[in-house]
């Protein structure tokens, strides 16, 4: 039975994401064990990693604030502060920056209008510059909401940035983007992933061997 004490917390939080986090739960013998994938359903709630987010993970997990706060902060994917509906990270670590990353950062944050580390007044865009993405084979790279897009020239960057004025997608897709906005990459990403991000919180769905979602 669950701790009537989690269950308060819990039905605050949507049906889908209370049997997502009910399953977390069950999956782990201990509760601190669960502190990682409930700040992410914890943000989806409260559109950030708020500190409300982290209260509310502290009183199911069983830790005190300053212990969810220091692994909150430890990830630059959990984001404690409110951001943009697309968060457009630039990698300027160095494969990315000898082909040029600081262009294609200052081509995003002309075309945004948003400087890097701020997010724009219509929250529409976040811009940041991150270390190294793990694709430096197809530098320059770029991420949308966490969606990689591999060999981005400045004016692919500009045409990315109002593609997503212009069309605001309820998911974006790094197989669309990098179709319409890449250029060479790193390896051939081989099966396409039908499914792509429809936040910057990391959705963690569990993928079958057919690539869909369960
Ligand atoms: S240096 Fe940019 S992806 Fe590695």
């Known amino acids: 039975m669950m701790d009537p004490a989690i269950d308060r917390v819990l039905t605050r939080w949507s049906p889908e994401r209370q049997e997502r986090a009910r399953a977390v739960l069950a999956a782990y013998p201990e509760r601190r064990s669960t502190v990682m994938p409930l700040l992410y359903l914890a943000s989806r709630e409260h559109g950030y990693c708020s500190r409300e987010a982290m209260v509310e993970v502290g009183k199911i997990t069983g830790l005190t604030s300053i212990q969810v706060e220091s692994v909150a902060s430890f990830y630059s994917m959990y984001r404690r502060q409110n951001v943009g509906k697309y968060v457009i990270s630039v990698c300027t670590s160095i494969s990315c920056f000898l082909r040029g990353a ?97 936040s910057h919180v990391p959705a963690f769905e569990r993928y079958d061997s057919a690539g869909d979602a369960s």
């Open 102 to 198: 600081d262009d294609v950062l200052a081509a995003i944050e002309d075309e945004t209008n948003t400087p890097d580390g701020e997010t724009s007044d219509d929250a529409l865009f976040s811009v940041e510059h991150v270390e190294c993405s793990g694709a430096c084979g197809g530098a320059p790279a770029v991420a949308v909401n966490w969606e990689l897009i591999e060999g981005v020239l400045p004016d692919k960057g500009r045409a990315l940035c109002q593609w997503l004025k212009d069309t605001q997608p309820e998911t974006v897709l790094a197989d669309e983007m990098q179709a319409l906005f890449g250029g060479q990459q790193s390896f051939d990403w081989g099966i396409a992933e039908p499914q792509g991000a429809t």
